[in-house]
């Protein structure tokens, strides 16, 4: 029955995915009810030994479930119909509660601890590790009634984070600006604002955030935006985070965890909270300093300006934009001209072809779920044989606000039958907004996510691990930045500034005194931006410690102590701060974490930014394994030594001692 369920969604012979983005909500229901029921029977008979094949065989038919409804689970991210939203919400719903269900199950555990007995082969063994380790979180091991108790509450922390992240996506927060205060917005940015009386309507949100902030001379608009765009979500998502904490505390205390931080630390690279919250203490105390002395520059130019207010928060991104062009020369729509996105897209595509080997060819004839997503199939170059498929889905919709972001749709893996299923992957956000007739123009800032995001692409397509649980990045949560976060160096490099950037127009590249202008920058705001993370995985680590932590009040508590900004009053950043409801759960050290990794690994690239040899190795010996080995065995068999966190703190002009 379920093979049957699975070949609407998988099989397919056209040289994209073949899949049906288009379904109706009661498709939808009716496809995830019938493949969750034949996945539940097909579970109860392997735990039972009714059916032969252990924990290999268990973990296909959980591979085959996800197959089975990649669209199903997927669309509530980028459906344009509300109805479909939900319906595809509660599918996603429905197998997260599965997925509870079956990390808690004693069956599976039991299955896990007898497959690890019985083999030495490297790749079943570290399925048995993850699923024993699942297992032990998931309460597998306790008695019945506390298990079932645990299960409970899992499930209920499914429900919470997506209403969480429901609420944020049809969040329509928008203020009103006046003529005269639009009037310092660039052109191309005004061109895509709402007429409405009084002035313009203006969206708060994250694809808004950064070109308006950036050049809104108008110090009380910023501070509306502001106060506006830290609301989203609004007290019901600050509801729903405060229960997600007493639920992951309470869960904690079951498991025999002394807090959250600690239970997930335990299945980390970091192994314990102290050592990440070690490194970006000290972190922060390093840079801080610099912070300060960053911020003191801004507040000068502010009161320059005739403004003598405290400098705020508000005023941050603004005087910043404004230091880079008086002081660098960088003008960020001057920039903006030179990444158009029909050319800066495609030149940022052909340097992972060559870095990694590959060849991406668009899918012409797919039909994905809206009008300008592009589907793109990957060959590898030497024989030409197909990897897997990506979309790429940047335009700006209103139902998918976020910044871009990679959702890896599909993972590879055996099929049980001597063949592979391909992966699909993605990359999903609101990038800039076009003007009438003409293309996006993307700052140099987009451009870094899109290579950063891209990297994730590489991560969860390239891997040949042979199950669905160690494929691609579904390795330890805080290496999973690593490789994406090393793919940022390149967007640095003038050789690369050159080949990815076509003037609007024109066609030619940057000159060479805007790229090393642009340089320049790269270290400029090291200090705020590097304290904020500090701040961000400390608040993180706050919130999951052993002690209960408002979400609100610790925000603006630890804000004061490890920020050189000022806290603000009236906003509530916990409603929107996706990390701490989308996976990064007292994980969020892992940016900074992941970042020693990626600046480690990337000496090996400097000056052989697109040497496919190298870019060979590091697929070959970072990406291909996935969570097949460990990762500090990867990194140390792509360096030839021990990871050092040298090359991270350089970056940075901290003392190596840091660490």
Known sequence: MLASLLLLSVASTAPGTGLDWHLTPAA???????VLAAVHSRVADLTGHKASGGLPALDLTVAELEDALTVE????????????????????????EFSVELAADPGVYALARAFQKSTRDPADMQLAKIYLEEGRRAG???YPESRVKVTGLLKRLEVLQGAYFRALGEDRSEMTLTAAEAASLPPSFRANLTPAPGGYALAVNMQTYAPFMRSEASGD????????????????????????????REVARLLGFGSWAALVADTRMAKTPERPRALLEAVDAKLLPKARAEIAVLAALKKADGDMTPFAAWDYAYY??????????????????????????PAMLQLYERLFGLHFTEVQDGKPWAGGVQEFAIHDAADGHLLGWFFLDLAPRPEKALRPANFALRAGHRDGKGGYVLPISS?????????????????????????????????????TAPYAKLYGANVREDFVEAPSQMMENWMWQPEVLKRVSSELGTGKPLPDGMIARLAALEHVADGAFWTRQAFFGLYDLALHGAKPADPVRAWHELQAKYMALPPESGIAPAGSFIPLMGGYDAGYYGYVWSRVYAQDMFGLFQGHLDDPEVGLRFRHEVLEPGGDEEPEVLVRRFLGRVPQPDAFYRELGLAAAAH
């Open 427 to 463: 990359v999903v956000g609101s990038g800039p907004a076009a003007a009438p007739g003409q293309p996006a123009l993307y700052s140099h800032h987009d451009m870094l996510e899109l290579f950063h995001e891209l990297g994730h692409v590489m991560h969860t397509t390239l891997s």
């Open 320 to 345: 910043e934009a404004k230091l880079e062009r008086e002081r660098y020369a960088v003008d960020d729509e001057t920039v903006r001209r030179y990444f158009p996105a029909d050319r800066a897209i």
């Open 140 to 142: 597998a091991g306790l």
């Open 28 to 34: 939808i229901q009716a496809h995830c009810d019938a």
């Open 73 to 96: 689970r997927f669309l509530v991210n980028v459906s344009s119909d509300g109805a479909v939203r939900d319906a595809s919400g509660a599918c996603a719903d429905k197998v997260a």
């Open 221 to 248: 608009a910023r501070r509306r935006f502001d106060t506006l765009y830290y609301n989203r979500g609004g007290q019901g998502n600050v509801a729903r985070l405060r229960e997600t904490l007493d639920i992951r």
